[in-house]
């Protein structure tokens, strides 16, 4: 670990070990938004249901370049292109147009195959922590055998989406998903995170009352360029 890694973001990475909360906000130029994230692997009922109740935005898990590659996870965006040919509308829907970014991380929802209906706070805790457990027995599995496993445990479509980390962890996209996966790299942990962004009935939670949040909960706070900052020290 860097030497130099800034001390609120070192408190981030105990906390994820620990299976706690951290708070990060992108960029002012970017979402402008505050997620909280936290360890998929240590999620449970009660963790969906603070990211439903003081997230209120989308529950989504942020996955590793590696192990989205090897579950053949694909971007959404991709198939919706390569099925327009048969589905003209796929075409009409690609995202070439977000204001923030050049692409869209997200891949397929899925839910666990012993969730109901997918959505209860334990049925999505299940999928998220499941997903994890599948990303951390993959290692040695060669790519069919990770699909196969994938499959048993997995139905899609579902109520948690995947998104897809890049490649190079922030040097080309610096989304909540790419900052999630650095700090459970850092971390050394499963490269799985699950986050939620914090909403207001007027648009994004603003900075100050996330940090407000985060204070009162005893949760770190960081701003994605600290993320980045350690990342580029700790991955040298």
């Known amino acids: ?134 990303a951390a027995e993959i290692g040695n599995m060669s790519p069919i055998e990770a699909q196969r496993l994938f499959g048993q445990e997995f139905r899609a479509p579902g109520h948690v989406p995947i998104c897809r980390a890049s490649q190079k962890p922030l040097t080309t996209r610096f989304g909540h998903t790419e900052l999630g996966v650095a700090m459970m790299l850092m971390a050394e942990m499963v490269p799985v995170a699950v986050g939620c962004e914090m909403m207001t009935t007027g648009g994004a939670l603003p900075p100050e009352d996330a940090r407000e949040y985060a204070e009162e909960h005893d949760f770190p706070f960081l701003d994605g360029a600290t993320i980045v900052e350690g990342w580029n020290e700790w991955s040298k």
């Open 1 to 134: 670990m860097g030497v130099n890694m800034d001390a609120e973001l070192e408190r981030a990475l105990g906390s994820l070990r620990k299976g706690e909360f951290v708070l990060v906000f992108d960029a002012p130029d970017r979402e402008g938004e505050t997620d909280l994230i936290k360890a998929a692997s240590m999620t449970g009922p009660e963790d969906v249901q603070r990211m439903r109740r003081d997230g209120g935005g989308l529950i989504f898990m942020m996955v590793s370049h590696p192990i989205s590659e090897k579950l053949g996870l694909p971007f959404l965006s991709d198939l919706f292109y390569k099925e327009g040919s048969r589905y003209p509308v796929l075409k009409e829907l690609i995202p070439n147009d977000i204001p923030y970014d050049v692409k869209s991380s997200f891949s397929v929802p899925v839910n666990h195959r012993k969730t109901f209906t997918g959505i209860t706070d334990r049925d999505r805790s299940r999928t998220i922590s499941g997903f994890a457990k599948v």
